[in-house]
């Protein structure tokens, strides 16, 4: 039935990889099993590089998303995430493909199957309104409308509100992200500034991010910026854009990205990407700081401890991503101990009266409400068990296996899995196997796994 069609593809070098799978393929599953977000991400293929190219007006978004992936079966239909916006059309190899959309699965069927192994280009011109996305804890993200302009976050399922994709964190891919928008507003985003030009009254500026990403890391910001671009002294690029009415109150506080820095590759190694920085935007609907890759967004003028802990997630979150937002405490955990052993190293409190601290709190205390190991669902990932609860996890292992092994894991975790994925179990297995003959169990056991308040401190 689709011989003909088979060997159209054939005759047109570009759409090779439409060629001729035995049968037909079948379709890539609509979601990635996450056990609190089912319906995001999608199998079937792994997505490589996605060129974004979005033009902002007012209120109104047109994009044009290409997508470069690999297929990992044989592929009859494949599909993106995309929450709203209406699809004007999808190509696949540059043929057009039928579209079919339901909730936010939108179904592509390229005119020929898809062979395992091949690299396809999807591009999908899509156009309308952006939606903001009320998560299951309350909090807002997605494409959230500033006084100035508009301000596009993803943690955890965001991203699929203003561009298609496999939105799920086990799938990492390199960007280019093209924004035009009217001359007078910047674009940022992540990654480094490729290009800018001005014609017929608009403005572009390209963003290029050549370290693998996860989706919901990705970041627009659009508005009135004070921006600075120099070099920290050890030549790392670092590009700051805060909205003009904070820029007085924040400059003392940016000005330390260099020294914060610093002091994170001294204790986490190198520093993974080609620059750092932030965003500082008062947008009216976030009210939450978020570790996008390269510069983290702050809804005002941060407080030390809160730069120290999203810089920290450029290691421990965005280089090496958590595998299912089941694993959450991986990042969040490590962020917070950031903070804690940022404190122990510049006259504060030690880790260990932290730790104490909230060891005190009660047994019906929310920290105790769930194992950080195990969320009790959607709405908690960013609760207290995850954060403060995580960093005791880390605080335990310290104990266990003293500073020198504790230290040199701080590192080698990160470099292990630089610019990958992982999630729990290989974060015990990886600390059991270089940790011989000390007992983590009861680590596992009380703190990481177990319900309710330890014990034992
Ligand atoms: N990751 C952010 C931080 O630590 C907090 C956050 C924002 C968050 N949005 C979220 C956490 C959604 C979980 C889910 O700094
Ligand atoms: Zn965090």
Same mark, same amino acid.
């Given at each position: 039935?689709?011989?003909?069609?088979?060997?159209?593809?054939?005759?047109?070098?570009?759409?090779?990889?439409?060629?001729?799978?035995?049968?037909?393929?079948?379709?890539?599953?609509?979601?990635?099993?996450?056990? !609190?977000?089912?319906?995001?991400?999608?199998?079937?293929?792994?997505?490589?590089?996605?060129?974004?190219?979005?033009?902002?007006?007012?209120?109104?978004?047109?994009?044009?998303?290409?997508?470069?992936?690999?297929?990992?079966?044989?592929?009859?239909?494949?599909?993106?995430?995309?929450?709203?916006?209406?699809?004007?059309?999808?190509?696949?190899?540059?043929?057009?493909?039928?579209?079919?959309?339901?909730?936010?699965?939108?179904?592509?069927?390229?005119?020929?199957?898809?062979?395992?192994?091949?690299?396809?280009?999807?591009?999908?011109?899509?156009?309308?309104?952006?939606?903001?996305?009320?998560?299951?804890?309350?909090?807002?993200?997605?494409?959230?409308?500033?006084?100035?302009?508009?301000?596009?976050?993803?943690?955890?399922?965001?991203?699929?509100?203003?561009?298609?994709?496999?939105?799920?964190?086990?799938?990492?891919?390199?960007?280019?992200?093209?924004?035009?928008?009217?001359?007078?507003?910047?674009?940022?985003?992540?990654?480094?500034?490729?290009?800018?030009?001005?014609?017929?009254?608009?403005?572009? #500026?390209?963003?290029?991010?050549?370290?693998?990403?996860?989706?919901?890391?990705?970041?627009?910001?659009?508005?009135?910026?004070?921006?600075?671009?120099?070099?920290?002294?050890?030549?790392?690029?670092?590009?700051?854009?805060?909205?003009?009415?904070?820029?007085?109150?924040?400059?003392?506080?940016?000005?330390?990205?260099?020294?914060?820095?610093?002091?994170?590759?001294?204790?986490?190694?190198?520093?993974?990407?080609?620059?750092?920085?932030?965003?500082?935007?008062?947008?009216?609907?976030?009210?939450?700081?978020?570790?996008?890759?390269?510069?983290?967004? #702050?809804?005002?003028?941060?407080?030390?401890?809160?730069?120290?802990?999203?810089?920290?997630?450029?290691?421990?979150?965005?280089?090496?991503?958590?595998?299912?937002?089941?694993?959450?405490?991986?990042?969040?955990?490590?962020?917070?101990?950031?903070?804690?052993?940022?404190?122990?190293?510049?006259?504060?409190?030690?880790?260990?009266?932290? #730790?104490?601290?909230?060891?005190?709190?009660?047994?019906?205390?929310?920290?105790?409400?769930?194992?950080?190991?195990?969320?009790?669902?959607?709405?908690?990932?960013?609760?207290?068990?995850?954060?403060?609860?995580?960093?005791?996890?880390?605080?335990?292992?310290?104990?266990?296996?003293?500073?020198?092994?504790?230290?040199?894991?701080?590192?080698?975790?990160?470099?292990?899995?630089? !610019?990958?994925?992982?999630?729990?179990?290989?974060?015990?297995?990886?600390?059991?196997?270089?940790?011989?003959?000390?007992?983590?169990?009861?680590?596992?056991?009380?703190?990481?796994?177990?319900?309710?308040?330890?014990?034992?401190?």
């Amino acid at each position: 039935m689709r011989s003909s069609r088979y060997s159209a593809a054939l005759a047109v070098p570009l759409v090779l990889a439409l060629t001729a799978c035995s049968g037909a393929g079948s379709p890539g599953a609509a979601g990635v099993r996450d056990p !609190y977000f089912p319906r995001m991400g999608n199998g079937g293929y792994d997505t490589t590089h996605y060129s974004l190219t979005l033009g902002y007006e007012r209120d109104r978004l047109t994009g044009v998303a290409d997508i470069t992936a690999r297929a990992t079966q044989n592929l009859s239909a494949f599909n993106l995430d995309l929450k709203g916006m209406t699809v004007d059309g999808v190509t696949v190899g540059g043929r057009r493909a039928r579209v079919e959309r339901a909730g936010q699965e939108l179904t592509i069927r390229p005119d020929a199957s898809l062979r395992k192994g091949a690299t396809f280009r999807t591009v999908v011109r899509y156009s309308g309104r952006p939606e903001k996305i009320t998560d299951p804890d309350g909090s807002e993200e997605g494409w959230l409308p500033t006084e100035d302009g508009v301000l596009a976050l993803g943690e955890p399922t965001g991203s699929m509100t203003w561009f298609p994709g496999n939105h799920h964190p086990s799938d990492k891919a390199t960007y280019d992200i093209h924004v035009t928008v009217p001359e007078g507003l910047e674009a940022v985003s992540n990654g480094e500034l490729a290009g800018k030009r001005t014609t017929g009254g608009r403005t572009t #500026f390209d963003w290029h991010t050549a370290q693998p990403m996860a989706s919901y890391v990705a970041m627009v910001a659009i508005g009135k910026f004070d921006t600075k671009a120099y070099n920290t002294p050890d030549g790392l690029p670092v590009y700051t854009a805060v909205d003009a009415e904070e820029a007085g109150a924040s400059a003392s506080i940016l000005a330390r990205i260099p020294e914060v820095i610093a002091w994170e590759t001294k204790t986490f190694g190198r520093y993974p990407f080609s620059s750092t920085g932030a965003v500082i935007d008062r947008d009216g609907d976030s009210g939450y700081a978020l570790e996008t890759q390269n510069r983290p967004v #702050f809804p005002g003028t941060p407080e030390l401890p809160t730069l120290v802990h999203e810089l920290a997630h450029e290691w421990y979150g965005d280089s090496v991503t958590p595998k299912s937002w089941r694993d959450m405490w991986l990042n969040e955990g490590f962020a917070t101990y950031g903070e804690w052993l940022w404190e122990e190293q510049h006259d504060g409190d030690s880790a260990q009266e932290s #730790f104490d601290h909230y060891y005190a709190k009660g047994g019906d205390d929310p920290i105790w409400a769930f194992p950080p190991g195990k969320p009790s669902g959607a709405a908690h990932i960013s609760d207290p068990p995850v954060y403060q609860r995580g960093a005791m996890v880390l605080h335990k292992i310290r104990e266990t296996i003293g500073d020198a092994r504790f230290f040199a894991l701080l590192k080698s975790w990160p470099a292990a899995h630089r !610019y990958g994925n992982a999630d729990t179990a290989d974060f015990t297995a990886y600390v059991e196997k270089h940790n011989p003959g000390k007992d983590l169990r009861p680590v596992w056991d009380d703190w990481l796994y177990g319900n309710g308040k330890p014990d034992h401190p």
